[in-house]
């Protein structure tokens, strides 16, 4: 099966600047998690979903980040305006209802805000 | 606060040698537990994992090893190849809010030299 598809890879941007994450989740899988890696540290949980439901979202800055699961399949994460500390790995993940250990990362996109 | 700590940024181990990647956590409620492993360019990938009802879960090359009194796990790779090299995640999965969550390590380079 096809894994956890991500784009775009890489991404420059200046501070204040917006910029929006594509994911697209192994097909079949219910649940779609977004998380930031900034280099030195680990994966850190911005947002959940169930199908299109909000699940988590207690670690999502939302002043300036926001993410829709429209159709409970593909995912955007928006940052609006950027900061330079928003410079990180920005990776989404899947599982299947009730699998919460069985998740599938895909590749991430780097974000660099100078 | 970091929850769950990895204290070696980094670790170099010769082929064919045992490799040990240590991992502690402060939370006594945290009671499932899993090793990622990351290629650069590419998303965290599962790996093994235990849960706190075990001290010990072996997979092939892979144990892992649970001390509950001391908030303590490590992962040994057995015997030691230079596929391995790849940075480790630890991760203890905790129940919040009604939903489970990962809270991840900083991550530890292992470098296996052939």
């Known amino acids: 099966e096809a894994g956890v598809a991500q784009s775009p890879r890489y991404k420059i941007i200046e501070k204040r600047q917006s910029v929006a994450f594509w994911c697209n989740p192994i097909?079949?899988?219910?649940?779609l998690y977004w998380y930031q890696q900034i280099l030195g540290q680990g994966p850190k949980l911005l947002i959940q979903?169930?199908?299109?439901?909000?699940?988590?979202d207690s670690q999502l800055p939302k002043d300036r980040f926001s993410a829709e699961r429209l159709k409970g399949v593909d995912s955007t994460l928006k940052i609006q305006p950027a900061k330079l500390e928003d410079s990180a790995v920005y990776l989404c993940a899947s599982s299947r209802m009730g699998e919460f250990n069985e998740q599938y990362f895909g590749p991430g996109t780097r974000l660099t805000v100078t | 606060d970091q929850q769950v700590k990895q204290n070696s940024p980094s670790l170099s181990v010769q082929e064919g040698r045992i490799s040990i990647l240590n991992c502690d956590y402060t939370?006594?409620?945290?009671?499932?537990f899993l090793w990622y492993k990351k290629y650069p360019a590419e998303g965290p990938t599962f790996l093994i994992s235990i849960s706190s009802i075990k001290d010990k879960n072996e997979d092939g090359r892979f144990t892992v090893f649970l001390n509950k009194s001391a908030k303590h796990l490590s992962l040994h790779i057995v015997p030691s190849q230079p596929g391995d090299s790849a940075v480790y995640f630890c991760?203890?999965?905790?129940?919040?809010?009604?939903?489970?969550?990962?809270?991840f390590g900083t991550g530890t380079r292992l470098k296996v030299l052939a």
């Open positions: 991760a203890a999965e905790t129940y919040t809010s009604g939903t489970y969550k990962y809270i």
């Open positions: 097909s079949g899988h219910a649940t």
């Open positions: 939370n006594s409620m945290f009671d499932y």
């Open positions: 979903f169930q199908n299109n439901g909000v699940v988590d």
